[in-house]
Structures are given as structure tokens and as C-alpha cells.
């Protein structure tokens, strides 16, 4: 079953209450958090005061996409919000294995993204203690990017990991420029759970192109 991830990236900053509120009650598999500093991406968005306001809203687990440099130094802070999933980029963190020891120590899933020109081949060595791989299908930075179809490739290598090393149960994530064109091209690639903002928010019915996305990538299945 193909999970989703909507991204409130996108969402009416002035009507989270209802515009996540209402997705979260319709089927969301989990509430996507992205999480930006102004320094690893050319972008600013929330922080784990963002994380505690969903985690007050809703019991839908969080999802939060740190896409911040010096990870480590908020891996608590998060927990603390109430993130259920802590991804870090592989590009931003020094000590890779540390961090995700960190976020396991504070009780939460551990993911690692990649960016667009990041290779599949380094996470070799942390695959093992993974609950979540994020393959990016855009630079991050912005909702509403066309997506990179290379991505693909990297989404069947890790796909490929699973399977080699037994872990069927991975979250498997894409995120950026998923909407009913590309869902059923990363579903057939192997992903298992995908993000989607301006698909989803900027639709006249949210849950209904939630759900038309999911739909579009199952049917590749
Ligand atoms: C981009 C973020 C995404 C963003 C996706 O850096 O990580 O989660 O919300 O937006 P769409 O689905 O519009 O590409
Ligand atoms: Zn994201």
C-alpha cells in the first residue's frame, strides 16, 4: 500500500488548522514538516515551535524533513516537538552515524535524503540502521519544482538495497514534483511513501488529490 505525505509547505500558512486538520483526519499517512535554514537551502520555513503546533493538531505521525546544516544540535529539540520521523540530509551532517544513533536515542525513526546529486552508494555503511531513505526528486528549497526524472534510478537502487539486505519494511520516500503524472512512475521504481505539497494544497479539494495520487501510483503496482 502506497503511503502519502503531505507537505505543509504548501499549505495556506493562514488556515493550517484547517487545511491540516483536514487532511490529517481524510487519510494522510503522515504530515510532512520541511524544515529549512536559510543556510543549507535558499529557503527559511519553520522550526520545532511548527512541530509542537502539529503535534497539538493532529495524532498523525510527523514527518520532519530537516533540511538544516548542524543537524545534530537540534536532533532533541525535535523529539521534544513531537516528531515521530527525524530525516537528516546526508549532504548537511558531519557525523552521519552519530546522528542517526541521536535520533534513535530520543525515540524517534531515523531518515536519511539525498539530494538530486548525491549518489545512493553513501548510504552503504548507515543502510542498516534506517527506518527511512528520502530520495529528492528537486534541489530542496521550494514546493512547486518540476521533478527530476533522474531520481528514478536512484529510487530502484535503493529499492535494490532493501532487498539485498532484507529490510522490506523500509520507508522508501521520495519528495519534490510528485503529483498523478509522476506518482506511478516512483511507485514502479519501488517507493512506498511520497511527499507531495503543491499537488495536494494547491488543488480545489486537498484530500481528494491526495488520494488521486496515491490511487495513480498504486495502479502502477
Ligand atoms: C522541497 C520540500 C518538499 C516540498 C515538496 O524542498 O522538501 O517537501 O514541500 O513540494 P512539491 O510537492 O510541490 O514539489
Ligand atoms: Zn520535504
Known sequence: MIKMAPSILSADLLDLRGQVGKIAENGADYIHVDVM????????????????????????????????????????????AGADVLTVHAEAVTHLHRAVQQIHANGMKAGVSLNPATPVSVLEDI?????????????????????????????????????????????????????????????????????????????PDSVAAMEAIRKAAQAAL
Open 37 to 80: 535554514d536559510g543556510h543549507f537551502v535558499p529557503n527559511l520555513t519553520f522550526g520545532p515551535n511548527m512541530v509542537a503546533a502539529m503535534k497539538k493538531l493532529t495524532k498523525v505521525p510527523l514527518d520532519v524533513h530537516l533540511m538544516i546544516t548542524n543537524a545534530e544540535l537540534y536532533i532533541e529539540e525535535y523529539a521534544k
Open 127 to 203: 543502510f542498516e540502521d534506517l527506518e527511512l531513505v528520502l530520495i529528492m526528486t528537486v534541489n530542496p528549497g521550494f514546493g512547486g519544482q518540476k521533478f527530476i526524472h533522474r531520481g528514478l534510478d536512484k529510487i530502484a537502487a535503493v529499492k535494490k538495497m532493501m532487498e539485498q539486505r532484507n529490510k522490506p519494511d523500509m520507508l522508501l520516500q521520495v519528495d519534490g514534483g510528485v503529483n498523478t503524472e509522476t506518482a506511478p512512475l516512483v511507485a514502479k521504481a519501488g517507493a512506498n511513501l511520497l511527499v507531495a505539497g503543491s499537488a495536494v494544497f494547491n488543488a
